[in-house]
């Protein structure tokens, strides 16, 4: 009686070649993504620490400002220390450095973490995470302050009026340019534009 010999079938090399290849180009794909997945991530973190510290400086300015007539002035008065144009960028650029550098210009605002103010003050700092010696901060940003009138409608009996407050003398807009990360030159930074009104207390 003769026995049925079992044959083996193999995947020759031509098979296991075109396999290895197709594998290849997926994993290719699939890497170039995270790159993208990353900037993301970045970004959408970035955007999130800009509101963040938009709101602190807000706080704290409305808590200066509102507290007294003479604080509101000392900030928005005509000659208040927030003036109606913004900073230079060579001014931003410079800060940014002596900031990083951290040669004594720049200090910490007490009770506000990682807010800081430099000797020009319409020029503030916020750092998030790691530090400057090693590997850097997680988050690092310069926001720069100007005012601006703001511009009233009045109701009255014979009609609508309309106001400007160019002496602050009541309310001022204030401007906020928040730019980051802070290692590079202004010109090349990500940046984005706030406004608020404060009105005198």
Known sequence: MLKKIKTRLYFN???VALAMAIIAFGMTSI???????????????????CGDTVDLLMTY??????????????FFGTSGI????????????????????NDGTVTIIPGWDNLYKCDNKQ???????????????DFSAALALWKSPVTSNMTLDTGTATYTDNNYSAIAGLNIEISWPLGKKYA???????????AKP
């Open 31 to 49: 890497l170039g993504l995270i790159p993208v997945g990353l900037n993301a991530s970045r970004n959408a973190i970035a955007e999130t620490f």
């Open 13 to 15: 090399m031509i098979e």
């Open 82 to 101: 927030i003036t109606a144009t913004p900073p230079t960028e060579t001014a931003i650029n410079d800060w940014s450095k002596a900031f990083l550098d």
């Open 188 to 198: 090349d930074r990500e940046k984005r534009y706030y406004y608020f009104e404060i």
């Open 123 to 137: 020029i503030y700092f916020v750092v998030q995470g790691g530090n400057a010696a090693n590997s850097g901060y």
């Open 61 to 74: 300015i409305s808590a200066k400002a509102n507290a007294t007539s003479a604080e509101y002035n000392n």
